[in-house]
């Protein structure tokens, strides 16, 4: 069987089960991720470093060769057949190349359709401010970040830059001019893009990772220059990306970047995907609001505060992230036992549901 048609076989399984990742590791079968769960393709043939090794070649460019040779990982978004869209990474493990395609979803779903709380939508109606969206891989981060664009681009008239590393979803200009740029293909960098965007008529800004050494004092400074910056962060909950973000300004710029966040933060979402009971995947999620007590927190570096504000103050529009998994279960939305895995305190929780 020839690599193309492997692959094709491979992505018609998955689609026909709905599955939202297809992981390919050189000694297993493949398997699928569905409903949040792994499950092991167990007809099809054992992946071999060959097999894999032709699958890449099938769709990766020269440059993605060459990358991959120095980097030792791509990421690419590799088009099905005009079927599907995947964000595929190609890395080593093991010193074997092993492949992982997640797909893209065809459409970009609204807030409410997502079940993004309002408390973050209604910040979109501001000319400048920091967003904050974070989650561990796979919580659907890029999902909201797309969500929240799509619904400038609907209602105001903005001229609205994305930086990103693969480019996921497509835009269509609507009431705004939306351009995006590929790291690594239309900009060298994400430091080098915010860069010139400081020289550009730009309204808002949406960055896809915080990977990059100074990347934060970069959007601080994109954000007090009067632009609403939508940032995307890879940490386990809004409180450590608070404190990664902190931690990683430089010492001559702590003090200012400390106290300029403090001030300038709209909204952080911290969110993450359950199985759906009945099937398909529902956003449990931590919503932090700017009120004078997270401000004073922040600037004072007590973090640790943060968590029991979330708890007390829903009238302000926040969420404490195990109150979003409690009335999930009630709601018949997610079996207890999947929301108690990731519950942040899992003995309370677990009382609540005996």
């Known amino acids: 069987m020839t690599d193309t048609l492997l692959i094709n076989k491979i992505l018609n399984i998955a689609s026909e089960r709905k599955a939202t990742d297809v992981h390919l590791v050189a000694g297993n079968n493949p398997v699928l991720r569905i409903d949040g769960k792994l499950v092991t393709i167990s007809e099809e043939q054992i992946m071999t470093p060959d ?52 797909v893209i979803p065809p459409f970009i779903l609204s807030p409410k359709d997502l079940g993004i709380p ?24 890029t999902t909201t970040a797309a969500s929240l664009i799509e619904t400038l681009n609907h209602n105001r008239g903005l001229h609205i830059q994305t930086l990103e590393n693969p480019i996921e979803y497509l835009f269509i200009n609507n009431q705004s001019i939306i351009e995006q740029r590929q790291v ?3 900009t060298p960098s994400y430091i080098k893009g915010l860069q010139a965007i400081k020289e ?7 960055i896809g ?40 300004l430089s010492a001559a710029k702590k003090a200012w970047g400390q106290n300029l966040l403090a001030e300038v933060l709209l909204v952080a979402i911290g969110q993450r995907l359950l199985p759906r009971v009945g099937g398909g995947l529902r956003l449990a999620c931590e919503v932090l609001t700017n009120t004078p007590a ?4 922040i600037k004072d570096s007590h973090l640790y505060q943060l968590s029991s504000i979330m708890q007390t103050s829903r009238e302000e529009g926040m969420v404490y992230f195990d109150k979003s998994l409690s009335d999930l279960v009630k709601a018949g939305e997610v079996n207890p036992e999947d ?3 990731v519950a ?4 309370v929780f677990k009382q609540n549901f005996k």
């Open 209 to 248: 990772s915080m990977t990059e050494e100074g990347i934060e004092e970069s959007a601080l400074e994109l954000v007090e220059s009067g632009k609403l910056v939508i940032i995307v962060m890879e940490t386990e909950s809004i409180i450590s990306s608070l404190d990664r973000f902190i931690s990683n």
């Open 51 to 102: 097999i894999i090794n032709g699958l890449a070649e099938s769709f990766l460019t020269k440059d993605d060769l060459a990358r991959l040779t120095t980097e030792r990982e791509v990421l690419v978004v590799y088009t099905w057949n005009d079927r599907a869209r995947y964000r595929a990474k190609v890395f080593y493990q093991k010193g074997f190349l092993a492949l992982s395609f997640r």
């Open 294 to 297: 997270v401000r004073s927190s």
């Open 184 to 186: 690594g293909r239309d």
């Open 118 to 141: 309002q408390a973050v939508t209604q910040n979109l109606t501001k000319d400048s401010g920091l967003i904050i969206i974070t989650g561990p891989f796979g919580s659907g981060r």
């Open 200 to 206: 550009e008529d730009v309204d808002v800004v949406m």
């Open 344 to 347: 942040e305190n899992p003995q």
């Open 339 to 341: 929301a108690m895995k």
